[in-house]
């Protein structure tokens, strides 16, 4: 599975950025899929992540009530809608992928990963 992420960039404080994950497999849906972001210095931390049927989602206590994450198998993209951005969610995100309805929270649980895209908030 090759997973391509997409939607980074610049924005300010308070703004909003929607970031999108596709898969090469067209039996992504059977895939939980994961958003994980690492800032300079700092270790990769986990995001969000939802189940293969959508109907499991879980948030980082740091960005819940504010990052929303969605898919629709139909369509294969995972996506991220992040709103109220902090100059503290600067990082470079990656979706991560894993076969099956488990939905982890632990990066080491994710055999897929993309390239990453860049996020920068600035206040």
Request: charged share 20%; proline share 3%; with cysteine.
């Amino acid at each position: 599975v090759q997973l391509q992420a997409s939607g980074g960039g610049w924005v300010q404080a308070g703004g909003s950025l929607r970031l999108s994950c596709a898969a090469s497999r067209r039996t992504f849906s059977s895939y939980a899929l994961g958003w994980f972001r690492q800032a300079p210095g700092q270790e990769r931390e986990f995001v969000a992540a939802i189940s293969w049927s959508g109907g499991v989602t879980l948030y980082a206590d740091s960005v819940k009530g504010r990052f929303t994450i969605s898919r629709d198998n139909a369509k294969n993209p995972v996506d991220l809608q992040m709103n109220s951005l902090k100059p503290e969610d600067t990082a470079v995100y990656y979706c991560a992928a894993r076969r099956g309805d488990y939905v982890p929270i632990n990066d080491y649980e994710y055999a897929y990963w993309g390239q990453g895209t860049q996020v920068t908030v600035s206040s």
